[in-house]
């Protein structure tokens, strides 16, 4: 598992020697924001995926304090934040909405595509305030537990399979 990452996260190096990056360098240079453990691998998972429903572009943003903050896997929180994209957003949105709708109990008279189109983003912004503002950090706590837990298990898993592969070489 570690193998694979390596593979596609950028060396310490780079990032220190990096123009644009070293004004922060004091931050950037913690060794526990680039160690592929399993405790930071899945704690930048979780911080990504609790950042990637931040509207606009302060995903990225957000993702870097927290996981500075946290001490967590950098590139992995910042890779974690890509789950929405124009495809995925709206979806997550109306995920989160209907969520935060049943949990405050509210809901719309009209429905919920009608409003967009009519209203213009003021009116639904306005209309779907409450429960999306409920539903978001709901869902985003949801998908960071759940990413958290799933890299844990999928870890361990992989971990095992590789110690008992190794002890078949070795008896055979």
Same mark, same amino acid.
């Given at each position: 598992?570690?193998?694979?990452?390596?593979?596609?996260?950028?060396?310490?190096?780079?990032?220190?020697?990096?123009?644009?990056?070293? *004004?922060?360098?004091?931050?950037?240079?913690?060794?526990?924001?680039?160690?592929?453990?399993?405790?930071? +691998?899945?704690?930048? =998972?979780? %911080?990504?995926?609790?950042?990637?429903?931040?509207?606009?572009? !302060?995903?990225?943003? #957000?993702?870097?304090?927290?996981?500075?903050? !946290?001490?967590?896997?950098?590139?992995?929180? !910042?890779?974690?934040?890509?789950? /929405?994209?124009?495809?995925?957003? +709206?979806?997550?949105? $109306?995920?989160?909405?209907?969520?935060? #709708?049943?949990?405050?109990? /509210?809901?719309?008279?009209? *429905? !919920?595509?009608?409003? =967009?189109?009519?209203?213009?983003?003021?009116?639904?912004? #306005?209309?779907?305030?409450?429960? $999306?503002?409920?539903?978001? *950090?709901?869902?985003?706590?949801?998908?960071? =537990? /759940?990413?958290? +837990?799933? =890299?844990?298990?999928?870890?361990? +898993? #992989? %971990?095992?399979?590789?110690? &008992?592969? &190794?002890?078949?070489?070795?008896?055979?």
């Amino acid at each position: 598992m570690r193998n694979l990452l390596r593979k596609f996260l950028p060396h310490h190096d780079t990032v220190k020697n990096n123009r644009w990056l070293k *004004p922060f360098g004091n931050w950037l240079q913690k060794p526990d924001l680039w160690h592929l453990h399993r405790r930071q +691998v899945a704690g930048g =998972v979780a %911080v990504g995926l609790f950042c990637g429903l931040i509207p606009g572009p !302060l995903q990225m943003l #957000a993702a870097t304090l927290m996981a500075v903050l !946290l001490r967590v896997n950098l590139p992995v929180a !910042l890779f974690s934040t890509l789950y /929405t994209n124009p495809f995925t957003i +709206v979806p997550l949105y $109306l995920l989160a909405y209907r969520l935060g #709708a049943w949990v405050s109990g /509210t809901e719309l008279p009209v *429905p !919920l595509l009608a409003l =967009v189109y009519a209203a213009g983003w003021r009116g639904w912004l #306005a209309q779907l305030g409450k429960p $999306l503002l409920i539903g978001l *950090p709901l869902l985003a706590i949801f998908f960071s =537990v /759940t990413g958290y +837990v799933f =890299v844990r298990i999928a870890w361990r +898993v #992989a %971990v095992i399979l590789k110690w &008992r592969s &190794r002890k078949r070489r070795r008896e055979g």
